[in-house]
């Protein structure tokens, strides 16, 4: 198995850790999955940030320190997973939106209740399900063996980006912000349509 991504990797700003995340492995007991899809969640001027109006009891999480997972419930449903990124005290995340099954396919299918295909991983919310994941993972330290973890994978030369999702209340430049990134030829990826290749790639 390749190497724990150190919390060094994490106490940068939110764009850059999603850009590198692409290609990294989320690890949890015999689930393996290549991350395809991420979401970038600034500190400090970003309005679609949750943490924009101060710290609360459902954000304290994503406050740090960074590389903990910040999970939350959406729509009573979905737990949605996010990588704390930054320094300490900032509010600031990578949303994993989208993943490729690489171990652990059964599992996978069982939580999903059946779905094969990229609809199994293509969805904040999927994933969630897919790792077997509550709210009792915030908090968690994914540079620590064992549990939830996230490791090296191999590189990811280029890149797509466009807007992010669900996120009308943000204001229009952080709305149509490329911060949404996701890798290209992959069918493990959400809302394809909105995405572009990035000239940063």
């Given at each position: 198995?390749?190497?724990?991504?150190?919390?060094?990797?994490?106490?940068?700003?939110?764009?850059?850790?999603?850009?590198?995340?692409?290609?990294?492995?989320?690890?949890?007991?015999?689930?393996?999955?290549?991350?395809?899809?991420?979401?970038?969640?600034?500190?400090?001027?970003?309005?679609?940030?949750?943490?924009?109006?101060?710290?609360?009891?459902?954000?304290?999480?994503?406050?740090?320190?960074?590389?903990?997972?910040?999970?939350?419930l959406c729509?009573?449903?979905?737990h949605l997973?996010?990588?704390?990124?930054?320094?300490?005290?900032?509010?600031?995340?990578?949303?994993?939106?989208a993943c490729?099954?690489?171990?652990?396919?059964?599992?996978?299918?069982?939580?999903?209740?059946?779905?094969?295909?990229?609809?199994?991983?293509?969805?904040?919310?999927?994933?969630?399900?897919?790792?077997?994941?509550?709210?009792?993972?915030?908090?968690?330290?994914?540079?620590?063996?064992?549990?939830?973890?996230?490791?090296?994978?191999?590189?990811?030369?280029?890149?797509?980006?466009?807007?992010?999702?669900?996120?009308?209340?943000?204001?229009?430049?952080?709305?149509?912000?490329?911060?949404?990134?996701?890798?290209?030829?992959?069918?493990?990826?959400?809302?394809?349509?909105?995405?572009?290749?990035?000239?940063?790639?």
């Amino acid at each position: 198995m390749t190497d724990l991504l150190p919390p060094s990797f994490y106490a940068r700003d939110a764009l850059e850790v999603a850009a590198d995340l692409l290609g990294a492995l989320l690890c949890r007991e015999q689930v393996v999955l290549r991350i395809t899809e991420v979401e970038a969640y600034r500190w400090p001027e970003d309005t679609a940030n949750h943490g924009r109006h101060g710290r609360t009891l459902r954000n304290e999480a994503l406050w740090g320190p960074p590389g903990h997972v910040y999970l939350y419930l959406c729509y009573g449903i979905h737990h949605l997973l996010n990588l704390v990124t930054g320094e300490e005290g900032q509010a600031a995340a990578v949303l994993i939106r989208a993943c490729e099954p690489v171990a652990g396919l059964d599992l996978i299918q069982r939580r999903r209740r059946g779905k094969i295909g990229p609809s199994l991983l293509t969805g904040p919310g999927k994933v969630g399900a897919a790792l077997g994941l509550d709210l009792s993972w915030n908090h968690h330290p994914l540079y620590e063996p064992g549990g939830l973890e996230v490791r090296r994978g191999a590189p990811v030369k280029s890149r797509l980006a466009g807007p992010r999702v669900g996120i009308a209340y943000a204001r229009p430049e952080h709305r149509d912000a490329p911060w949404r990134l996701a890798i290209p030829d992959s069918p493990w990826v959400s809302c394809r349509s909105q995405l572009q290749p990035s000239e940063e790639s």
